[in-house]
């Protein structure tokens, strides 16, 4: 028999893919399921967005584009850079135009991991980020990012993780999971070890525009980081375009030259008719309240997570509020059950579906991720329902 790509083998399926299959197959034997396992805005794309990619599509832009963007859209790319995180980057060579954050993410880490090298990731974090660095033939080395130190790893710990082989630290806040995101000083010290050890920093910032408490630092900010920092962004859940697929990679030109090689020759080009919808959107005054409007319904029901969790008061479901992003990683260690039995059960006795936190990493056994992009209701009714079973156990 012919030979397959044997890392493929060192790539566990999603713990995530396989609970929505169970959760689409309870729902179609007609069993009511509150949805709490999606990382998908419950928001509509607004529809003047919508309105621009018809527009476009009716003006002929339905033929390749420049494989690294339109040059309309990197400019709006360079001037939210400039405008959310405060760092200056050259449309011209600087910006690569993406099929959404994960092919930013591919397309990074393509042009500047080589086989053997060893890269940091915290523990939890996104399965994506450590599944691509193992079918790019790296080696993944977990830095935990312990709840009691509100998911972030000690320092110590990077130092403690470092290795002769060590090229590329890789971030991801505000985190999903944990919704967890550094100060400044704790970015501006990591930059520090990187700049000491010759490493890259590859930063994932989908999550970026949707905090809660004081705005997240993005890791290119820091003084002198930006030659050494990738960041990783999207439109998807900032402004409810996961569909679209379209976000972008912000790195030094050399990284950029590589990176659009990359894109050339898997994706040739993102479709033009959405560049132009995702220009529309990064720039229209309009839409930045329809996302600002967004983020403020996340903050709501993130309120309403903490203030029943203060009602009920369950011992045994713990609550760590995000800062940001849209998901509460709730600490179910107290049951001593693995958090993919407990997703199980409490998706077949009471209906909620959730993420085992075991599927972020070791450090995510005994918690499960419940995801805030639902109704009000949905997140009320999920909630005291997990509650409620916890109690029986
Ligand atoms: C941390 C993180 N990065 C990237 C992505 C991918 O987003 P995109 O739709 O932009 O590819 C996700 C999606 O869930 C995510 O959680």
Known sequence: MQSLNEQFELIRQSATVAMSDR???????????????????????????????LKAMQSGLTHYGPSNGT?????????????DEGVTYNPDSEILVTHGGIHAYYTGM?????????????????????????MLRGNVIRVPAPAENGFI?????????????????????????????????????????AKANDLWIVSDEVYGSLYYEGRPTSAA??????????IVNSLSKSYAMTGWRVGFLAAPARVIENAQKA????????????????????????????????????GR???????????????????????????????????????VE???????????????????GEQGEGFIRMSIAASDEDVEAGFRKIVEWAEKQ
């Open 153 to 193: 790893p000690f320092f110590e710990s990077w130092e403690k993780a470092l290795t002769t082989k060590t090229r590329i630290i890789v971030l991801n806040y505000p985190s999903n999971p944990t919704g967890a995101y550094p100060s400044r000083e704790y970015l501006q010290k990591l930059q520090d070890f």
């Open 110 to 134: 393509q042009s500047i991991l080589n086989p053997g090298d060893d890269v940091l990731i915290p523990d939890p974090s996104w399965a994506t980020h450590s599944n691509m660095v193992t």
């Open 221 to 230: 900010a820091i003084e002198g980081a930006k030659e050494r920092t990738l």
């Open 301 to 339: 029901r993130r309120e309403l997570v903490i203030r029943l969790s203060h009602e009920l008061e369950c011992e045994r479901v713990r609550i760590i509020p995000p800062q940001g992003a849209f998901y509460f990683f709730l600490d179910l260690r107290p049951l001593k059950m693995t958090s």
């Open 23 to 53: 959760i689409i197959a309870l729902k179609a034997s007609g069993k009511k399921i509150v949805g709490l396992q999606v990382g998908d805005p419950d928001f509509g794309t607004p529809p003047a967005v919508i309105e621009e990619s």
């Open 342 to 360: 407990m997703c199980e059960k409490i998706l077949d006795e009471y209906g909620v579906g959730l993420v085992p936190g075991s599927a972020f």
């Open 263 to 298: 894109g050339q020759n898997s994706i040739t080009c993102v479709a033009p008719f959405i560049q132009k919808a995702a220009t529309f959107a990064l720039t229209d005054p309009a839409i930045q309240e329809v996302t600002a409007n967004m983020r403020a319904g996340y």
């Open 71 to 83: 040059l309309e859209l990197r400019k709006a790319i360079a001037a939210k850079l400039l405008r």
